[in-house]
């Protein structure tokens, strides 16, 4: 089994930023992805950006612009920096990690975006 651990989650006045980090526990051959979702109350769980092992990023539409995916193959580590935040980013954003084994998520980290 594969634990990821997520971390930079918080409080934040609209237009500010933050950046999430999520590390596996363990290192892992052959991940074909990284990324992360994020979900609202009553709504469902929707992707931010993800990252393969090429380093070829998607986004989506509401991130792209203002967010940047990244990854540390080194440390089994993925990254999200956020800027320019809204109130309507306020959630829970979830690391996933996608390897041959099979698809793992994190327990989730809060992202609260006051107006």
């Known amino acids: 089994q594969v634990q990821l651990v997520e971390s930079g989650g918080g409080l934040v006045h609209a237009g500010g930023s933050l950046r999430l980090s999520c590390a596996a526990s363990?290192?892992?051959?052959?991940?074909?992805?990284m990324g992360w979702y994020r979900q609202s109350p009553g709504k469902e769980r929707e992707l931010v950006a993800g990252?393969?092992?090429?380093?070829?990023?998607d986004y989506a539409d509401f991130a792209k612009g203002r967010s940047t995916i990244s990854r540390d193959n080194a440390k089994n580590t993925v990254y999200l920096q956020m800027n320019s935040l809204k109130p309507e980013d306020t959630g829970t954003y979830y690391c996933t990690l996608v390897h041959p084994g099979g698809q793992y998520w994190g327990q989730g980290t809060q992202v609260t975006v006051s107006s």
């Open positions: 990252i393969t092992s090429g380093d070829n990023a």
């Open positions: 363990r290192i892992i051959d052959s991940i074909h992805l």
